[in-house]
């Protein structure tokens, strides 16, 4: 019987849309793409979740993947915040949860700095029962770890579990650890998806 249901953050509960930055910036399509590639679609921005780090280094290893676009790569850290926005749905999806008897809970892959700019964007954490944050514990899905932290932190049976994600994998990681999963697109179809499970709301 499912108690708890797990929510992602990004491209869940709120937009994460960098493209959003670059056009804010004014940036080029050469520059957009070449900034792309040296931030946000680099394997280096897992760390930048993980913030292991300080930001200074983090910053200085996102430079190293495109130094010759320093000016804009900074511009972009200093503005993380354009990228980033609450869904009119997220707050009331979570009471509705609540209402329903339903204990929610936050698993996102999450940087220090963009938490920490995006306060307004994150209001429904007085909402929840629990969050695990990635750079809280230097932890980031699919790996099985981070899983791991939210279930013991909050005393969760997986089989009383289920986590809902925009990434496959993520799912994936969650499903073999005992969770049910489902895939997050839109809105209305994780409605749909609850409901197969008995989830009204």
């Known amino acids: 019987m499912i108690k708890n249901i797990i929510l992602d953050v990004g491209n869940v509960l709120v937009a994460w849309k960098p493209e959003r930055i670059f056009s804010h ?17 680099s394997p280096i921005w897992d760390e930048v979740d993980r913030s ?96 791991q932290t939210l279930l013991k932190k909050y005393a969760l049976s997986p089989a009383e579990c289920i986590f809902l994600d925009d990434r496959e994998e993520n799912v994936k990681a969650a499903e073999a650890q005992g969770m049910a999963g489902i895939p997050f697109s839109t809105y209305e179809d994780a409605l749909k998806r609850l409901d197969a499970y008995g989830i009204r709301l």
């Open 52 to 147: 292991l780090e300080s930001d200074e280094e983090l910053l200085r290893r996102v430079i190293c993947n495109a130094p010759e676009y320093e000016k804009e790569i900074r511009l972009v850290w200093e503005n993380i915040e354009l990228g980033i926005w609450q869904f009119d749905y997220a707050r009331g999806w979570i009471r509705s949860m609540k209402a329903n008897g339903y204990h929610v809970y936050l698993l996102s892959n999450y940087g220090k700095r963009a938490y920490q700019k995006t306060a307004n964007a994150l209001s429904f954490l007085e909402e929840v029962d629990g969050a695990v944050f990635s750079f809280e514990v230097h932890q980031v899905k699919p790996e099985q770890e981070i899983y």
């Open 25 to 41: 910036l004014g940036f080029s399509e050469e520059i957009i793409r070449a900034v792309e590639r040296a931030t946000v679609q």
